[in-house]
């Protein structure tokens, strides 16, 4: 298992801007809550889904299998 960043840099810093204004919770997500912190709980649901690849809800993470 490897997880990486996306591939396309500027889609990541544009990412990572929107992290930073919501103090680490997900850009993609209207809820400021704990599960919803960077990694997010849906991902790290994945990470731990041996046959999960793919991207996370905001596709700033990927995860190989």
């Known amino acids: 298992m490897k997880i990486t960043f ?7 810093e ?3 801007e929107g992290l ?5 919770h997900c850009p993609c997500k209207l809820q400021m809550t704990e599960d919803n912190m960077c990694m997010c ?4 649901d994945q990470i731990a889904d041996p046959d999960f690849e793919g991207y996370c809800h ?3 993470y ?4």
């Open 6 to 12: 996306n591939e396309d840099k500027e889609y990541v």
């Open 14 to 16: 544009k990412i990572r």
């Open 20 to 24: 930073m204004k919501k103090n680490g």
């Open 41 to 44: 709980k849906e991902f790290r």
């Open 58 to 60: 905001c596709r700033l």
């Open 62 to 65: 990927y995860k190989e299998k």
